[in-house]
């Protein structure tokens, strides 16, 4: 029998179709981060996973803040940041590093160092420059040049030191090299680049065109005496150098994402120009309170003796147990060797360390293009003492 529609019928309807897309990061997927911190959710872990304090940052920090949201300073500020706080970066980098940045034309304010990396990229990077990064890196510096259409040329440090080697360096410039992008104090190994390092870096930059985005998020998180090597401290570099930092990393606020760029003029003019459409500005108060707190240095003054004893605490915690400890000069991060520990590989330990003794850590092959498995993993010891002591026992069953 046949069937006919009434006209009160709705006929039926085809399902929405969402189009289909060519992903942007086809690589990109669930990071090796939120895998562990869900696992050490899961597990009631330590998690020394991640690298963020668990502890409060300073009252007055919190009080400054405070005080400019309730006079009001809620509004949009300069798309660059506010005058007050570029000037106070712009007077920590000349006491500290002896080179001069003008505020208003040579320091940016940013939505935190990775707001501030991608932006650089995107301002110099055109498709088919090549980018040299060198691993293990922080994980963001690859997708951003993917992002901006750059090849990404990888130069491995020196297995084991994580030092630099300048001849593999010098050998991967082209003519095509558009940036080199460099991060000491390192994550994750820990390693500070030398006087030296950074005199052979200019010299190797010398003659060509290549720009220098210097990662100096943990600048103020180095130890035994030495003396953090900002590319503001060589004229060479810094006449070609974004430098990043983060107020976040600095003053124990990680989840304020506030950072800042500070590059020439001509640089600095071209950063702009992304800066103000993929983020405008950062937010007020936040900035004003930042700029009342720095009129103090003691507090990024005193942070490498603050960092260093949460160091030495955990170092000598895990001299009880069989990993084998490697250098850490700077960051707060703990790199140790587990091969005499283990025969499982890097991530497979970590989800096994996390399971099974209950601290997190982060493999280091999850900072290589590669996976390049050393038997190395990382732990993060900005956490408060009693978090430390906690990990410690548990560890001191290894």
């Not at 420059?129 to 690859?142: A, F, G, M, R, T």
């Not at 992008?181 to 390092?197: A, E, F, K, L």
């Amino acid at each position: 029998m046949q069937m006919t529609m009434n006209s009160n019928q709705t006929p039926p309807q085809t399902p929405p179709h969402t189009p289909t897309l060519q992903s942007r990061l086809p690589n990109v997927g669930t990071t090796i981060f939120t895998v562990m911190s869900t696992l050490a959710a899961e597990k009631n872990a330590v998690n020394l996973g991640q690298g963020f304090p668990d502890f409060n940052c300073d009252p007055k920090l919190v009080h400054d803040v405070t005080g400019a949201m309730t006079r009001g300073l809620n509004q949009y500020p300069p798309m660059t940041g506010v005058s007050e706080l570029r000037e106070a970066v712009a007077i920590k980098i000349k006491a500290m590093y002896a080179y001069e940045y003008r505020a208003a034309g040579e320091i940016t304010i940013t939505a935190g160092a990775t707001q501030a990396i991608i932006t650089a990229i995107l301002a110099v990077v055109h498709p088919g420059d090549e980018v040299i990064v060198l691993e293990p890196c922080y994980d963001s510096y690859v997708p951003n040049i993917e992002l901006a259409g750059g090849v990404v040329v990888r130069v491995p440090l020196t297995p084991g030191t994580f030092r630099p080697d300048f001849g593999k360096i010098a050998a991967a410039i082209t003519l095509k090299t558009r940036a080199i992008i460099v991060n000491s104090p390192h994550n994750p190994s820990g390693t500070v680049w030398t006087r030296d390092d950074m005199l052979a870096l200019q010299d190797i930059l010398a003659p060509t065109n290549i720009l220098l985005i210097s990662d100096e998020v943990y600048e103020h998180m180095v130890f035994d005496g030495q003396q953090h090597q900002s590319a503001a401290r060589f004229p060479g570099l810094a006449a070609r150098a974004f430098i990043v930092s983060s107020f976040g990393k600095t003053y124990h606020v990680t989840g304020w994402k506030v950072g800042y760029v500070a590059a020439p003029a001509a640089l600095t003019a071209e950063f702009r120009k992304v800066h103000q459409f993929n983020v405008f500005t950062v937010n007020t108060p936040v900035q004003y309170g930042l700029a009342a707190y720095m009129a103090d240095a003691k507090p990024y003054l005193e942070l490498p003796a603050f960092y260093q004893r949460k160091r030495d605490l955990f170092r000598n915690g895990l001299k009880r147990t069989r990993f084998k400890l490697l250098p850490s000069e700077g960051t707060y991060f703990q790199c140790v060797d587990i091969s005499s520990v283990s025969e499982l590989g890097e991530a497979d330990f970590c989800k096994w360390l996390t399971t099974h003794i209950g601290v997190a850590a982060i493999p280091l092959s999850a900072f290589y293009g590669d996976g390049f498995d050393q038997r190395v993993v990382r732990f993060c010891f900005a956490k408060k003492d009693e978090t430390l002591n906690s990990a410690l026992d548990r560890l001191a069953r290894l």
